[in-house]
């Protein structure tokens, strides 16, 4: 998510910035993940690099676009003996959950793209049943127009229904069924190999009295081909939003409170302009006027220049260790996301002020820079421009745990709130809510989920500024308190333990081999991030989170980055730069 309001900062401190490229582009609709030549198919996410930087391969694509054409496709790989991942027009899940296996030769990609044909209503039983590659925007709209609605669903709506609810994704809420949107699924068909006698594949059809069911409704891809999803509805409502920016003295009392109060509840904290945004979100009567819109200010089509010179303006502060420069951007933005209320408008057109009233469709999911038809515009982070570039952690909290996680990052950011700022420039912490699933791999209670992004740098082994603290953060957060990696996102060290964090783990284990006994759909890729294996440490591997430092060579020591303590949580090993801090023992 990143945030172009941004200029409005660097104009003060960079006003001499000089673009090196501009290339004419009319407005970029994000390409095709996979592109093929005569020889070989490349996959990327939609930021263009894998959280590890490895590139994707496979021998071939094939793009069904019925449950029969997906039957074939799969029975086609077994009898092949290939392995094979469900791909989708997005393609926007960060670690390689996609990647077929590293060994491209036997690889083979199998797309949603075009198997968007069927949504189909139910209004009687308030059900929608859709083929597994539409995505989410057309459903919505669908729905809406025969006066239904979706209860929750993510923020973004650049995503499949397949992805959605293979990865877990989420929006917020602890009402009723919860933020999940596999929480709203009530049946699936998925397609899995079968015997000769079978044709090598077959559709499985499973509801609630499956037993595989909760093993298909969070599935990280790794079962089979999910062809058709049902899910719940309910009649179409409106919703009343007011963000309330105050401080944040009190995230810690009132998380829970703000959840149990507000159906669509979420906060946004800024730990270096002590700040924290509540959202003030729930239904209102059909007829309570107001045509509302929520076209989140991340996630609008942005000028390609203005892009590439906030990233430019980034990278120069990174390179000359400004946190000051930082400090002041982060200011900056947050006054104008204020402003803006960051992107809600009550007309449809602009903000005019609270509360902005609208109907679901309209208020629950954006991503207008999908759609971009003015020139020169993209999605701030295309990669076929120098846009944006980077992380995004994401941890999932037993509710109750939550609290002392807070007090715990707050004790770090007093100790020099600035170091906070690099979050701050892109959007904080955003905390929402999930309720507790029956999904194998969905949260076994309710939860709270933090994301949090922040600067990736080009070169995979250039220390970041500040890199320490994000650290720090994420194993206070994964570590010290137990939380769970979201499956689409994340670094390679959430993942460490996973397994052991999903009471049902083995469940979900269980029914795979049942499922998919000869492990099609599962490869070298898949498994580290389902089994959290740690990988053999290198030289600079700490830098992008593919290890946890135990050694300084695992930071960068030719450039002033040795391995250290956490601050607050003394069992972090974080990358720091030596002159940062007093006291700064190496660890050898
Ligand atoms: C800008 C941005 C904002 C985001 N906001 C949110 C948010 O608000 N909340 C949230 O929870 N997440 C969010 N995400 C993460 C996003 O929701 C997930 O990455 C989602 O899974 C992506 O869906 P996709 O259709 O692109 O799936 P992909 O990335 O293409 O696939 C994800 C996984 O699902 C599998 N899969 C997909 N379709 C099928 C199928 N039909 N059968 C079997 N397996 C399948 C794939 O093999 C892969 O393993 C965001 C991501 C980005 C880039
Ligand atoms: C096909 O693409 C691969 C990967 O990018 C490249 O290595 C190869 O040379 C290309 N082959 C042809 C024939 O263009
Ligand atoms: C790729 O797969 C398609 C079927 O989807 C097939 O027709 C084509 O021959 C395959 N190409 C190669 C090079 O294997
Ligand atoms: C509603 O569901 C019931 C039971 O699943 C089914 O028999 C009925 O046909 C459904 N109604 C419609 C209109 O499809
Ligand atoms: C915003 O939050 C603060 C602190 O909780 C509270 O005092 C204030 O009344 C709230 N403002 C609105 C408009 O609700």
């Known amino acids: 998510m990143g945030f172009i309001w941004w200029i409005l900062g660097i104009i003060h401190i960079l006003p001499l910035f000089i673009i090196d490229s501009n290339p004419l582009i009319y407005g970029l609709t994000p390409q095709s993940p996979i592109q093929c030549n005569q020889t070989i198919c490349t996959l990327k996410n939609s ?16 793009y069904p676009t ?60 308030l059900t929608v049943t859709v083929d597994s590659g539409v995505k989410l925007r057309q459903l919505i709209d669908e729905v809406e127009k025969n006066g239904f609605s979706l209860v929750s669903a993510p923020y973004w709506e650049g995503v499949t229904i397949g992805g959605v609810i293979s990865t877990g994704a989420h929006g917020s809420s602890w009402w009723g069924k919860g933020g999940a949107f596999h929480d709203y699924v009530l049946g699936i068909n998925i397609v899995v190999p079968g015997s000769k006698s079978e044709g090598y594949a077959k559709i499985l059809k499973l509801d609630k009295h499956d037993p595989l069911f909760n093993a298909a409704k969070v599935s990280l891809g790794v079962l089979g081909a999910i062809s058709k999803v049902k899910l719940s509805i309910e009649h179409r409502f409106k919703r009343s939003i007011t963000f309330n920016f105050t401080d944040d003295n009190n995230i810690e009392n009132e998380y829970i409170e703000h959840a149990k109060k507000y159906e669509f509840a979420d906060i946004t904290w800024y730990p270096s302009r002590h700040t924290a945004v509540y959202r003030y979100d729930f239904r209102v009567p059909l007829d309570t006027s107001g045509d509302g819109v929520y076209d989140f200010i991340g996630f609008q089509a942005n000028n390609i220049l203005i892009s590439e010179s906030v990233r430019g303006a980034e990278k120069l502060l990174e390179n000359l260790g400004n946190t000051n420069g930082k400090c002041l951007t982060a200011s900056t933005t947050l006054a104008f996301k204020k402003l803006t209320a960051n992107g809600l408008k009550n007309n449809g057109l602009i903000f005019t002020g609270y509360p902005v009233i609208g109907y679901q469709g309209k208020l629950q999911t954006s991503g207008s820079c999908l759609y971009s038809s003015k020139i020169d515009t993209s999605c701030a982070w295309d990669p076929r421009i120098k846009g944006l570039f980077f992380y995004e952690s994401t941890a999932i909290f037993p509710a109750s745990k939550f609290g002392n996680f807070i007090q715990d990052v707050k004790k770090l950011r007093d100790i020099n709130p600035q170091n906070f700022c690099g979050i701050d420039n892109y959007n904080g912490i955003m905390i929402r809510y999930i309720k507790a699933s029956e999904a194998y791999l969905g949260q076994s209670e309710d939860s709270i989920v933090i994301d949090f992004n922040y600067y990736r740098a080009n070169d995979q082994f250039t220390p970041r500024l500040n890199q320490d603290v994000w650290e720090e953060v994420e194993q206070i957060a994964f570590f010290k308190y137990g939380a769970k990696p979201h499956w689409a996102k994340n670094r390679n060290l959430a993942f460490i333990n996973v397994k052991n964090k999903y009471p049902k783990f083995n469940l979900f284990i269980d029914a795979k081999n049942k499922m998919d006994p000869q492990n099609v759909f599962s490869g070298d890729w898949s498994d580290e991030i389902l089994y959290g294996k740690e990988l053999v440490k290198f030289d600079g591997c700490a830098l992008e989170g593919q290890c946890i430092c135990s050694e300084d060579r695992h930071c960068s020591p030719q450039k002033g980055y040795y391995c250290n303590y956490g601050l607050v949580y003394k069992d972090a090993r974080v990358c720091r730069k030596l002159s940062t801090f007093v006291n700064t023992d190496s660890l050898q």
């Not at 930021?47 to 094939?62: F, M, P, S």
């Not at 029969?68 to 392995?83: F, P």
């Open 47 to 62: 930021y263009g690099t894998w959280n590890d930087r490895k590139t994707c391969y496979a021998l071939n694509v094939t």
């Open 66 to 125: 019925t449950e029969q054409q997906l039957r074939l496709a799969v029975s086609y790989v077994v009898q092949n003996n290939l392995k094979a991942k469900i791909v989708t027009k997005f393609s926007h899940t960060i670690p390689t959950l996609s990647c077929p296996q590293q060994n491209k030769n036997q690889a083979f990609f199998i797309s949603t793209e075009k198997y968007d044909s069927e949504i189909q209503i139910d209004a009687t039983n």
